[in-house]
């Protein structure tokens, strides 16, 4: 009789002989990935999605269809209308404070010298790589402590116009809101913290101080 290409006898073993010929395996064969599409919402964090379509399907047993969806995390700081996201969502890039003198003396040089103001923290959570930093540039990653309030410079040229706000201090945060960092120099040195306050007059003790980039 004719041969079924349903794969029940592979189960019940009365295949015909020319079983295998005659229903050759065929596997799933899917497109390629579509561009990433945009956040699906702006000012939040969010997941962006790409997918792909099934050429053809599977028969004979053969290998099943991949997803056809992938999503992946992401954030875009402006909105719909082209008008720029809340400070709070945007990741504060920090450094040690020492590299603050340096930058001072540069801007004055340059006659660009505005004042600046501080904001204080408190780390809630950091990843193990602070402590994992080895280079002389990176040692000051050791002084980050989870509980411990820190200190963190705006200055220029961080110091962003017109909103005269550095990317990252938080501006706009409601109270108890964890906020994202990342240390400059160790991509694997970052955490989470909370804005206590802004201080317009900076007096950052030499330890626990930083600068945003």
Known sequence: GPCYCDQACARTLDCCHDYAQACTVIPCVVSQWSAWSGC??????????????????????????PALEERAGC??????????CQQSLIPALITTGGFGKARKKRAAADGNERAGYCVEFQLVAITPGCLHSHHSYTRWMHYLREGHTVCVECQHPAL????????????GSQKNQLLHWQAVGNHRCKGTWRRIRQLDTCSCPSVHSFLFI
């Open 160 to 171: 962003h116009s017109p909103s005269q706000h550095c990317y990252g201090d938080g501006t």
């Open 40 to 65: 699906a919402e702006p000012c939040k964090t969010t997941y962006r999605v790409r997918m792909r379509h099934i050429i053809q399907e599977p028969r004979n047993g053969g290998e099943a269809c």
């Open 75 to 84: 954030v875009e700081y402006w909105t719909r209308q082209g008008t720029e």
